[in-house]
């Protein structure tokens, strides 16, 4: 248990579904990540939330909504996706500023397939 | 852009053996080097967080160490075990909340 979960564990969605993938901390950090881990590849870093705020987009496409209502809730909102989506799909938590060790906590993921 | 390679990308040891993980990274103006472990379909587990003014740091049968001005880092693991058996990524920290992930190292250790 790494403080860091994960829901659904599971997802399956046609192309004109929409759903969403959720994330909550309880380890009382103020930065929240939505990694997408495809085979063989690294994984890739899509958002980035400080406080609540967004600081990185690594040029995601819009079909991926990110949302994140308070330090400890983190969103994705799925819409019109391709079958190229279907990964690994993985939220981490950190406490960010001068004075923290950075350390990044991540949650089980959520395996997403687009049929 | 800083690129984090890891050699190699697979190894099979008998059980019982010492081992080492490499990490590279092509920018040294980094934060932090976190290892991690991460089991088939399962999300990462963190393992050891070096800083950037660290040399080494160490958990039970594991050690890290890191050279920033090499770009180097490597993960030790000492007597491996059946259960050692896992995907181990190294990340480095960098511009800010940034982190880039290598590719992994499959490690398979038989009993």
């Known amino acids: 248990e790494t403080g860091v979960t994960q829901t659904p564990r599971h997802l399956v969605m046609g192309m004109t579904n929409k759903k969403s993938l959720k994330c909550e901390q309880h380890?009382?950090?103020?930065?929240m990540y939505w990694y997408k881990q495809s085979a063989k590849k690294p994984l890739e870093l899509m958002f980035v939330?400080?406080?609540?705020?967004?600081?990185e987009n690594n040029s995601v496409p819009s079909r991926f909504s990110p949302e994140c209502p308070n330090s400890s809730h983190l969103f994705l909102h799925l819409h019109t996706l391709q079958p190229e989506d279907s990964a690994l799909y993985l939220c981490?938590?950190?406490?960010f500023g001068s004075g923290v060790t950075g350390e990044l906590f991540f949650g089980e993921g959520s395996r997403l397939t687009v049929l | 852009k800083q690129e984090v390679t890891q050699i190699p990308a697979a190894l099979s040891v008998p059980e019982g053996e010492n081992l080492v993980l490499n990490c590279s990274f092509t920018?040294?103006?980094?934060?932090?080097l976190q290892w991690f472990r991460q089991d088939p379909g399962k999300g990462l587990t963190s393992l050891l967080l070096?800083?950037?003014?660290?040399r080494e740091q160490t958990s039970g049968r594991l050690n890290a160490s890191l050279d920033k001005s090499s770009g180097r880092s490597t993960l030790y693991i000492a007597a491996s075990q059946p259960g050692d058996s896992a995907t181990y990524l190294c990340?480095?920290?960098?511009?800010?909340?940034?982190?880039?992930f290598g590719e992994g190292t499959q490690l398979t250790v038989n009993p």
């Open positions: 939330y400080n406080f609540k705020e967004q600081t």
């Open positions: 981490a938590s950190s406490s």
């Open positions: 990340a480095v920290k960098h511009s800010g909340s940034r982190l880039t």
């Open positions: 920018d040294s103006a980094i934060y932090n």
């Open positions: 380890l009382g950090h103020n930065a």
């Open positions: 070096i800083q950037s003014s660290q």
